[in-house]
Structures are given as C-alpha cells and as structure tokens.
C-alpha cells in the first residue's frame, strides 16, 4: 500500500511471492497474477530499475530472452497437447519450476520430446505450422539461452507464457467467446 501512494517500488518480497505460488500450483498463471507482474516490471520501469518495459499483451516483436522463451515454453505445451490429446497432464506440471528458473538445464529435454510429438503429428497429417511457429518464437532472440533466470526474468518468463497461452485460447475455434473471459490460465 505504501508503494501505491507513494509511487515508489513495489516491494521485492511481493514478487517473490507470486512466482512461489505459480511454481507451488506447477504453472498455474491467472490474469490477476500476470498483470501482477506486469505491474511490478512496469512500475520498476518508469522509476528507472528495469531496462526494458512488459508488453500489455503478446508481443511477437518482443526481445527480451526470458519473454520469449515463455513463449516457447506455452508453444511447447501446444504442441505436447495436440499430440496427445486427452491427456490431462502436461509438461507444465512437470517442468514448469525448473524451464522458468533455469531453462538451459530443462529446455534441450523439452525439445526433444518435442521433436518426438510432431514426428507423431506429422505422421497423422496435424503438425500445421507448430516447427514455425516454434523456430519463430526463439528467432528473437540473440543471446543463448541463460542458465539461471533473475527474478524479474522469471516474471517475464510467467508473463511471455501467459501471453501465449492466451493467444492460443483465442485462436481455437472450438471454444466459445462467451466461455473465453472466464477461462483461468
């Protein structure tokens, strides 16, 4: 509250917290908490401490590392869905904690479970532009990818793959638009 009427940072432990509770829900990233994060990165941005402002919504023309891989995580998930459809559990369960604080560790595992659902794809006529889309994605960015992310990274890494999710959501025919504003992330 202080940080509200005084204009001033918001406090680090806040953010903290959040990205403890998404990680403690495996992923589980709702509109209030990206535009939670979103906030914080923002407001550290007018006051000068963050280096580059949060996209309002997705941004493909967005460079920042830690957005885009995200975004790459989401596309992934899409992908890992659409091969095994009816399955509930996704790589988001599994991997999400660990992809969003340190993604050179879990992303080149990712891939290749990756590589392996579209060759099923593929196989059946689905895999529609799931490698561009992919290669796309990671095509932004011009560092490799970090070993560990800072916490301001880690919340444009829960904020590019909320963004993405929610692209996805938007373009499937099958759902509703009614249904789409109550759907959680």
């Not at 953010?15 to 535009?35: F, K, P, V, Y």
């Not at 920042?64 to 399955?87: S, V």
């Not at 916490?151 to 025919?173: C, M, N, S, V, W």
Request: net charge positive; proline share 4%.
């Amino acid at each position: 509250m202080r940080a509200i009427l005084n204009g001033t940072r918001y406090p680090h432990s806040l953010l903290c917290t959040i990205l403890m509770r998404i990680r403690a829900e495996q992923g589980l990233i709702s509109a209030t908490r990206a535009a939670m994060l979103r906030g914080i990165i923002a407001r550290d941005y007018r006051l000068g401490f963050a280096h580059e402002e949060v996209p309002l919504a997705m941004d493909e023309k967005a460079t920042n590392p830690a957005y885009r891989l995200g975004r790459w995580f989401a596309h992934l998930e899409a992908i890992q869905q659409d091969a095994l459809q009816g399955r509930n559990a996704t790589i988001r369960e599994r991997f999400y904690s660990t992809a969003s604080s340190a993604p050179a560790g879990t992303f080149p595992a990712l891939i290749r479970q990756a590589m392996t659902h579209l060759a099923c794809l593929r196989k059946i006529g689905k895999a529609g532009d799931h490698e561009p889309r992919l290669e796309e994605i990671i095509a932004g960015v011009d560092q490799g990818v970090h070993s560990a992310l800072k916490l301001e990274d880690q919340a444009r890494f829960a904020i590019g793959y909320y963004h993405q999710r929610a692209h996805r959501i938007r373009k499937t025919p099958d759902i509703p638009e009614s249904v789409i504003g109550e759907v959680t992330l």
